[in-house]
């Protein structure tokens, strides 16, 4: 039986796949206390397949920008279940920093990362409000229009 924020990923039609395999040096996750810290999530589902390529500002749409910054959060919640195997035992979204690729006069960053903070509340609720730091980027890899890593407190 799935737990109460799988529950609201469902019916958001949302299903957590296995997380993704680094594609360098580091890990998807690392738990220390209780604190989980997940590394960068670009906006690529789980085939691999990026959600928005490219620069906000130059050919990517703000709409396609929150999509992709969705995307992020969708692969952050997979690190997260991954590290504890239930998403219940989250206690709080704690920060999420997104970076997005866009150019220099592209102001809307904040708005982008919407995409990735509507979500975090919509499953967590109060749980899921959190700091946050939206900065954009020159280029991501593989020219990713956004990626989001987060800070969680686990129970």
């Known amino acids: 039986m799935a737990g109460t924020v799988e529950q609201k990923l469902a019916a958001l039609g949302i299903t ?3 997380p993704r395999t680094p594609v360098a040096n580091y890990v998807g996750f690392v738990r220390t206390g209780n604190l989980l810290f997940v590394s960068g999530q670009v906006c690529a589902t789980s085939d691999g397949k990026l959600i928005a390529r490219g620069k906000l500002g130059a050919g990517v749409t703000l709409e396609q920008g929150v999509a992709a910054a969705r995307g992020c959060a969708v692969n952050l919640l997979t690190q997260v279940k991954a590290a504890l195997g239930d998403l219940d ?7 999420l920093s997104g970076f997005v690729n866009s150019t220099p006069d592209f102001l809307d960053g904040p708005k982008v990362l ?4 509507d979500l975090m509340v919509n499953v967590f609720g109060d749980k899921g409000r959190h700091a946050r730091t939206t900065v954009g980027v020159a280029v991501l890899p593989s020219d990713a229009a956004v990626e989001v890593e987060g800070i969680f407190e686990v129970a």
């Open 89 to 95: 035992k989250v206690a709080r979204v704690v920060r």
């Open 16 to 18: 957590l796949e296995a």
């Open 114 to 117: 919407n995409g990735a903070s």
